[in-house]
């Protein structure tokens, strides 16, 4: 795995710029602040270093939160995974606010899952969510995964590692599963003469993606998406769609650009 050689902690100039308030800190590896969200205040223990990169909340998350809130309805019941969860923050947001059935996935790395729970209790969320160590481009830890929402925010930091994301993008949103459910929706819509709007397509994987990187390294992830056999658009506010290309038609996408502009 890259790691990266700048702190997370730059992003964010001074103490006056900052959203959050640092509230306490629990022990020399971790810090807690209040974060706001739309709606919310959590309270999110987070590493003061982690080899991983998991270690604070991105800019991006804060975004995203507020663009889901504006489009909420694309995602209210669905059974969703988040790549990349970090500290859980989103994940626990999204729980609390819209009562979300999500599950949290970072690296194969106990210290994530730990603090990933730890927020959960500290946050009222109990049980804790759901959890999945997985490193992208390994053998994904559920054999035929159901979850037909994907979602993660600023995840698009390791250039070399795209090919494994796009990998485990591949495998959680063309299970089989996933395909049959798609063909029973398809048919029941039918049988109810076609007037039932299914609305974001199933499966779906959405990405904010705040942080800038070259557009060359970016366009990287969105070619090797396309070459992979996925639909990407714009959606607006640095949030993308990915759908398998033979699971949604265009018109459908371009619905959902319009009524998230």
């Known amino acids: 795995m890259d790691i990266a050689l700048f702190s997370p ?7 006056d710029d900052l959203s ?7 022990e020399q590896s971790h810090v807690e602040r209040r974060h706001s969200f739309p709606g919310m205040e959590l309270l999110i223990r987070e590493f003061s270093f982690h080899q991983l990169n998991a270690n604070l909340l991105w800019p991006g998350t804060f975004a ?4 889901l809130v504006q489009n909420r309805s694309l995602v209210e ?7 990349g969860s970090g500290t859980g923050a989103l994940a626990i947001f999204l729980h609390k606010s819209f009562h979300l059935n999500i599950t949290t996935s970072d690296f194969n790395d106990q210290e994530i899952e730990e603090n990933i729970a730890h927020n959960c209790r500290v946050n009222g969320v109990t049980p804790v969510l759901p959890h999945i160590r997985h490193s992208w481009g ?7 995964p159901d979850w037909d929402l994907v979602i993660a925010s600023d995840i698009l930091l390791y250039v070399k590692q795209y090919p494994n994301l796009i990998k485990t993008l591949s495998v959680l949103l063309k299970s089989d599963k996933l395909k049959n459910d798609r063909a029973g929706s398809i ?9 039932h709007d299914i609305g974001l397509p199933r499966p779906a994987f959405l990405m904010s993606w705040r942080r800038r990187i070259g557009k060359e390294d970016e366009s990287l992830f969105f070619d090797g998406c396309e070459s992979a056999g996925f639909q990407v658009k714009h959606l607006g506010s640095r949030v993308y ?21």
């Not at 902690?9 to 103490?15: C, G, K, R, V, Y």
């Not at 019941?77 to 790549?83: A, F, K, N, V």
């Not at 390994?138 to 054999?143: K, R, V």
């Open 9 to 15: 902690s730059t992003l964010f100039a001074d103490d």
């Open 20 to 26: 959050s308030e640092e509230t306490k800190e629990t």
């Open 64 to 67: 995203f939160a507020e663009w």
């Open 77 to 83: 019941g669905r059974h969703c995974i988040e790549l």
């Open 138 to 144: 390994d053998t994904f830890p559920a054999a035929d």
């Open 187 to 195: 048919m029941e819509n039918e049988h109810n003469g076609g007037t």
């Open 241 to 261: 769609c990915i759908t398998p290309k033979d699971q949604v038609s265009g018109d459908q996408v371009e619905s959902i650009v319009e009524s998230s502009t």
